[in-house]
């Protein structure tokens, strides 16, 4: 198996699951409960947020436990939204469907959305928020690392610009864990399945002066922000997975770019196929193409065969045979954005499984074409 589908979801490092085992059947308390087991379970849950708070340069209260990614997000929009009761959010067009969806549905209760335009390479400016900031605005939410074609906005200026008009900023992280992450962001979503975590925990991290409503009400957990008994294993793993991803970013990251890099390369090679995402500021595991004359689709089925596994884009959307929003807004032509691949490189990814797409890729490629009534004209 050659596993290039890291962004969908990652394998569970060994390290974290050894963490996690005797929360499961040994230390399986309720941390809500006073006897021993559950005074137990509560200090693992203490000292998981304590080594969160310390990696992002916080304070452990300002960590908030949530089920998944888009929990999180919908913690950090819709919970500002119930706080603010109306007003106006910026976001971008090529956000993960989490923070569109929840957008929409806000825009159905009132609240105004700006859904920014993004240049070809899928990035939006500093320039661009504050030109769109009203007196109303209430929240910024502009995504770190794309999920689909990885680029990466500079969260840190664009911070300055909220910062400077007082209104908090979200950032959607889920693929921008080996990434630096303090970045001056008032609420920051992590997912515990893009990092060699367990599946089915996030987090929100929550900027102590910046208020929000819960979404989830019952028992009081998370700081009366997200009720519901604490998942102790998936939040010892989450702890566990970002403590060993943020030390050892540098060396996996020069390591994923020569990768990365060697794999864009050989696959410009290939007629009539178009780099998605910025050439260089991009996650360091991200390789996504558009083929003219073919369907993305088909492509994906060819190297499952061959056992290459990759997608057409976000795994969220992969039943969807719309045209990937991301890539449109970049100003792809609907026709040729049908024909995208996303490789997305990770911990176990090794020159041979490269060296193996950059031999199988083109021959599928060529065999389908030859079976399209589609021929295109591309421009480089």
Known sequence: MIYLDHSATTYVDPEVKKEMDRYFSQEFGNPGSMHQAGL???????????KIAQILNCLP????????????????????????????????KTEHHAVLETCK??????FEVTYLDVDQYGQVTPEQIEKNIKENTVLVSVIY???EIGTINNIKEISKITKKHNIPLHTDACQAGILDLNVGADLMTLNGSKIYGPKGIGILYKKKSVKIQP???GG??????????ENVPAIVGFAKALELIQKNKEQETEKLIQLRDKLIENIQKIPKAILNGH?????????????????GESIVLHLNEQGI??????????????????????????????????????????????????????????SLRKISPVNLEVKK
């Open 309 to 366: 596994y990759a997608s057409t884009g976000s795994a969220c959307t992969s039943n969807d045979l719309t045209p990937s929003h991301v890539l449109t807004a970049c100003g792809q032509p609907a026709e040729i954005a049908h024909g995208s691949i996303r490789f997305t490189l990770g911990k176990q990814t090794t020159e041979k499984h490269i060296n193996e797409v950059i031999e199988k890729l083109p021959k599928i490629i060529e």
């Open 215 to 217: 979404i989830i009400y």
């Open 40 to 50: 137990t379970a509560k200090e693992a849950v203490k000292d998981a947020r304590n």
């Open 220 to 229: 009081g957990q998370e700081f009366n922000l997200r009720s519901g008994t």
């Open 279 to 295: 050439p260089e500021q991009r996650h360091p595991g991200n390789v996504n193409f558009s083929f003219a004359d073919i369907e």
């Open 145 to 147: 690392a794309n999920n």
């Open 61 to 92: 209260e300002e960590i908030i436990f949530t089920s998944s990614g888009t929990e999180s997000v919908n913690l950090a929009i819709q919970g500002i939204a119930k706080e603010k009761k109306n007003g106006h959010i910026i976001t971008t």
């Open 105 to 110: 549905a806000l825009e159905k209760q009132g």
